[in-house]
């Protein structure tokens, strides 16, 4: 049977970074606890099309959908808390906004009227707010609005909103996330950040429903009641949302603060009597109450930036509770990676992760590390430019092929282990011409990844340009590398694996994209196992000296 969503809003004031992502993922998990079908969408205030071409350093991590679309990072949250997985459909930007309405301009659409932002480009906004409800799959719609409340950019966005509020009743709902912070020299939580926030929106037509304040100290009554009275909701619908260890808290933390059972309330639904989260709450006492633990190294040229490999640091804490370890991630700059001091960087981690990235930077480093692990026994996962780099290094030392390369790098080497395919040599346009969304991959029953996933085909997401080029291919397995996963439609490489080593795997894929709380990925589950049983036995080693 079809179902008729109900539309949230989740939108932020006083400050960006509160954490609307988590508090919209956390949010959707508790009303899948319900019994209730959710999914999340991002509609983000920039102007690009979508973060495909945005530097790391401005957006970090692009994130990328089954079906292939470059979307924000916290698309990774929402299918990491819920498991469900997102579209093109769940990340809309004012870029792509502004190109629909122009192209339908163009093609004659609007009959010769003045084009406006009201009602054209709001009428197009709701469309993408609504395209998902119309699926008929979910009970909520849970909508994050990027930036904050007041912004110049955000203006379009918060009109929608009033609009669907007026049109839809209680089938729409605005949760606003706003800041209660502490000030030290007075010793006291200031309530006029978030009034004047809820101030800002009011202004815009938009009465928040359901008011969460991100905070360090809890609050008491006497301040939720301020807050409810200044900001005309009632204190059931002020949520204390306080600093919480790990982002897997926050949803047994909102659950606390029946954060559901408001947003229930508000959108006149009935209120199912179980809210099932046995199993998160299963994880979260694993991550927090760990049998052991292991250091990995992350070796990239974007580790002083926070979020240019998000979902890798999560796929690497998924991997570490189903281990019951806990998992230390030191970060080692590609760039600073010598053959004099590799020794020193790496001899103390229990696994190391070459990461992912585009261009020539640091990459010469990340080779000097791969081949240190590959001779010395070390577990290693290498993830796109990662498992490139590894193909490089075995070209260059193990074939003797000296100047092999890239050419992407160096499109003048001798031996392109690494290249274009065909079909992407003639393309100029930079967004969204990579092989990107989901691929099939076929494993050979041989190796190591067919052992971690438990079967013979595959599908795995993808964002890059160039490929492993097939006339080494020989070459590889002749000399100790099995390629161990096969695109069977494009006879393209898509996993190596070094016979002579306890866990050496490159994929061309970004298993971290789909790895989540309830199905951790089995890449990092095994890569995880196998650094706690490097350290295990270095330790033993140690004992026998």
């Not at 679309?69 to 469900?84: C, I, K, Q, V």
């Not at 008011?211 to 939720?224: A, M, P, Q, S, Y």
Request: net charge negative.
């Amino acid at each position: 049977m079809n179902k008729t969503a109900k539309y949230i809003f989740v939108t932020g004031g006083v400050t960006s970074s509160l954490g609307k992502g988590i508090i919209s993922a956390s949010l959707a998990k508790l009303l899948q606890g319900r019994g209730f079908s959710v999914t999340i969408q991002k509609l983000d205030p920039y102007i690009n099309v979508d973060p495909g071409t945005l530097n790391p350093y401005e957006h970090g991590e692009c994130y990328v959908t089954e079906d292939g679309a470059e979307t924000d990072l916290d698309l990774g949250h929402y299918e990491r808390f819920s498991n469900t997985p997102t579209s093109q459909a769940n990340n809309v930007t004012t870029g792509r906004i502004y190109q629909n309405v122009i192209s339908k301009e163009r093609k004659g659409e609007y009959l010769g009227t003045t084009v406006q932002v009201i009602p054209h480009i709001t009428d197009e906004i709701k469309r993408s707010v609504k395209l998902l409800g119309q699926t008929g799959q979910y009970d909520y719609v849970i909508t994050e609005i990027g930036g904050t409340v007041g912004d110049i950019e955000s203006f379009p966005f918060i009109e929608t909103v009033r609009q669907m509020k007026w049109e839809m009743g209680s089938n729409c709902a605005v949760v606003h996330l706003t800041l209660v912070p502490f000030l030290k020299a007075a010793g006291e939580l200031k309530t006029k950040p978030t009034q004047h926030s809820v101030k800002t929106l009011l202004e815009q037509g938009v009465q928040p429903d359901i008011i969460v304040c991100r905070t360090e100290k809890h609050l008491n009554e006497g301040i939720k009641r301020k807050i409810a009275q200044f900001c005309n909701v009632s204190t059931d619908a002020v949520i204390e949302s306080i600093d919480a260890q790990t982002i897997y808290e926050v949803p047994l933390l909102m659950r606390d603060e029946k954060l559901d059972i408001a947003l229930l309330n508000s959108t006149n639904t009935p209120i199912p009597a179980i809210l099932d989260l046995v199993n998160w709450e299963r994880f979260v006492n694993r991550l927090k109450n760990p049998k052991d633990e292991v250091t990995i190294g992350l070796v990239g040229k974007y580790v002083e930036l926070k979020d240019a490999y998000k979902s890798i640091n999560e796929g690497i804490i998924h991997g570490g509770v189903e281990n019951e370890s806990k998992v230390n991630v030191k970060l080692i700059h590609s760039e600073l990676i010598t053959d004099e001091n590799v020794a020193k960087k790496l001899s103390d981690l229990d696994g190391i992760l070459v990461a992912p990235g585009f261009g020539g930077r640091g990459i010469e480093g990340k080779i000097i590390a791969i081949r240190y692990v590959r001779e010395n026994k070390i577990p290693f996962l290498g993830i796109c430019l990662g498992m490139q780099c590894a193909c490089i290094e075995f070209t260059r030392n193990v074939l003797g092929l000296k100047g092999a390369h890239s050419t992407e790098i160096d499109p003048k080497t001798p031996y392109p282990v690494i290249d274009l395919m065909e079909d992407q040599k003639k393309i100029k346009n930079m967004g969204g011409t990579m092989r990107l969304g989901a691929y099939n991959c076929k494993l050979d029953p041989e190796s190591i990844c067919y052992s971690e996933y438990q079967k013979e085909f595959i599908s795995e997401r993808h964002r890059h340009r160039f490929e492993f080029n097939n006339e080494y291919r020989d070459r590889f397995q002749e000399n100790g590398m099995r390629l161990a996963g096969i695109n069977p439609e494009k006879d393209l490489v898509e996993i190596i694996e070094l016979k002579d080593h306890p866990w050496f795997i490159g994929v061309q894929f970004h298993p971290e994209y789909k790895s989540t709380v309830k199905e951790p990925h089995p890449l990092f589950v095994g890569f995880i196992r196998a650094a706690l049983e490097h350290k295990h036995a270095r330790e033993l080693f140690q004992m026998a000296q």
